[in-house]
């Protein structure tokens, strides 16, 4: 039965039995998204993702997320059109060439529209449309380090010492013959001085390096819907 035999919209799903439309009745190619939709964008809508894609080669329509630019000549003129309407959420290349969300290296969080679960703390600028944050590997700051790590202190000393004096005084010897001579007396005691100190520690025993900061990751290609 030929096309022209059918009016347009004769043919609704309460009109065809449950099952009658099998996939041997349907001729290679016949149903195309323009025969799904008005619009091809309302089954698979362009710009959708960067989704994990485990395959090394891409699916018929679909682009890597890898951050390129998409020029007039983009054979993804519906992918470009978005990005340039939302304002080249993912940066720019030269004036009005829009770039694609570059996923390589990276996992994907939501926009956080307010939730306070990702801040400027952590994503630069905020975590809007577009916008990157984390690292690989992280080092800690004195600030992040447990409490309880003293670093310095003061104790109570008390300190006694021993002296010994020599007392020279002169007392005549005899009288009359103007001759002295030297008798020596001796005396101790102690001295006692109290206080305190001051130390600080210095840990010689750390690096300083930077630690791991990844999740356990499974790596996949990532890919966007491009028309």
């Given at each position: 039965m030929a096309n022209s035999k059918l009016a347009?919209?004769?043919?609704?799903?309460?009109?065809?039995?449950?099952?009658?439309?099998?996939?041997?009745?349907?001729?290679?190619?016949?149903i195309t998204f323009a025969k799904l939709g008005s619009d091809a964008n309302q089954v698979i809508p362009a710009g959708l993702g960067p989704v994990r894609w485990s395959g090394a080669t891409l699916p018929l329509g679909w682009d890597w997320a890898d951050g390129g630019v998409l020029l007039?000549?983009?054979?993804?003129?519906?992918?470009r059109?978005?990005?340039?309407?939302?304002?080249?959420?993912?940066?720019?290349?030269?004036?009005?060439?829009?770039?694609?969300?570059?996923?390589r290296g990276a996992v994907i969080a939501g926009v956080d529209g307010g939730a306070g679960r990702l801040t400027s703390a952590t994503i630069l600028g905020g975590a809007l449309l577009g916008k990157r944050g984390g690292a690989e590997t992280v080092p800690l700051s004195l600030a992040q380090l447990p409490t309880g790590i003293t670093s310095n202190g003061s104790n109570a000393i008390s300190?006694?010492?021993?002296?010994?004096?020599?007392?020279?005084?002169?007392?005549?010897?005899?009288?009359?013959?103007?001759q002295f001579g030297f008798n020596s007396a001796s005396g101790s005691g102690a001295v006692t001085s109290t206080g305190s100190n001051s130390i600080?520690?210095?840990?010689?025993?750390?690096?300083?390096?930077?630690?791991?900061n990844v999740q356990p990751t499974l790596v996949c290609n990532m890919i966007i819907k491009a028309h």
């Open positions: 347009t919209g004769s043919v609704t799903t309460n009109k065809l039995a449950d099952q009658n439309v099998t996939t041997a009745k349907v001729a290679d190619a016949a007039s000549d983009t054979p993804y003129p519906t992918l059109a978005r990005y340039i309407a939302d304002g080249f959420p993912f940066g720019q290349y030269g004036s009005g060439n829009p770039k694609k969300p570059d996923a300190v006694t010492t021993n002296r010994s004096d020599l007392d020279l005084g002169l007392t005549p010897s005899s009288t009359g013959g103007g600080s520690v210095t840990s010689n025993n750390t690096g300083g390096q930077a630690h791991n």
